[in-house]
């Protein structure tokens, strides 16, 4: 079992920055490679970013490229997401996932391909 817990968010206004954590405990860290998702009210629960075993290749979904950067300590089991530029529709609560090292690939853009959850951490973005 892996444990998550999310940790960082909160109300913001357009243009700040928020820095997510998701602290993991139970086995190995290293073995997962660690994404974020997100779900505003109503709608799907959508992929953000995504970042490998060893933290050397990363993937983020249009909206937040060149504004979000993933990035992971394997020495403190955490993994973070940095935001910056915050827009109002970024508002949503968000979540780290770990996909284990014997799936293919370190990240899917479904949620059906992720082996443990946190629980969420709300980010709200005024205008």
């Known amino acids: 079992q892996v444990q998550l817990v999310e940790s960082g968010g909160g109300l913001v206004q357009a243009g700040d920055s928020l820095r997510l954590s998701c602290a993991a405990s139970?086995?190995?860290?290293?073995?997962?490679?660690m994404s974020w998702f997100r779900q505003a009210p109503g709608k799907e629960r959508e992929f953000v970013a995504a970042i490998s075993w060893s933290g050397g290749n990363t993937e983020y979904t249009t909206s937040v490229k060149g504004r979000f950067t993933i990035s992971r300590d394997n020495a403190k089991n955490t993994v973070y997401l940095q935001m910056n530029s915050l827009k109002p529709e970024d508002t949503a609560v968000y979540y780290c996932?770990?996909?284990?090292?014997?799936?293919?690939?370190?990240?899917?853009?479904?949620?059906?391909?992720?082996?443990?959850w946190g629980q969420g951490t709300q980010v709200t973005v005024s205008s």
């Open positions: 996932a770990a996909r284990g090292d014997w799936r293919t690939g370190y990240y899917s853009h479904s949620k059906n391909g992720y082996d443990y």
């Open positions: 139970g086995r190995t860290f290293s073995n997962y490679a």
